[in-house]
């Protein structure tokens, strides 16, 4: 039993398969890119710049979304930033969205990528601002 992640955004998408996943074209559950028979990825390793294309589909997606009235305040999205900075071991201003959308996808207490352009209108305001008021 074995792990699968996304090709493309390298995220979870599904835990305790055997043999290749998925068995027939299936849709990822983050970067809604489809994912096409056994070609799910075995860990989250990735070359540099492979995260870009899922960053750019995480990145439209917030900012088309609408959030249900949920304004999340800057300073909780600039505190999310800056745990979630501090437990991959980067510096708040070079946190990957990628890397802070997989924490949001398993822990709802933090703000959503919707939230956060919501409040900042661009991820790399929100990292920038993060890092100044640390």
Do not use: N
């Not at 924490?103 to 919707?114: F, G, T, Y």
């Amino acid at each position: 039993m074995t792990e699968a992640y996304c090709p493309h955004c390298f995220l979870l998408v599904a835990s305790d398969v055997a043999g290749a996943w998925p068995p027939q074209p299936t849709r990822c559950p983050h970067c809604k890119l489809m994912i096409g028979p056994e070609r799910a990825r075995s860990t989250p390793d990735a070359q540099p710049g492979a995260r870009g294309t899922a960053a750019g589909v995480f990145a439209q997606q917030a900012r088309e979304s609408h959030a249900d009235g949920d304004d999340v305040s800057p300073d909780r999205v600039r505190e999310a930033i800056r745990t979630v900075a501090e437990k991959t071991g980067a510096r708040p201003e070079r946190l990957l969205m990628v890397d802070y959308q997989q924490r949001a996808a398993k822990d709802k207490d933090l703000p959503s990528l919707s939230e956060v352009f919501a409040a900042f209108g661009s991820w790399k305001r929100a990292r920038r601002e993060s890092a100044h008021t640390a």
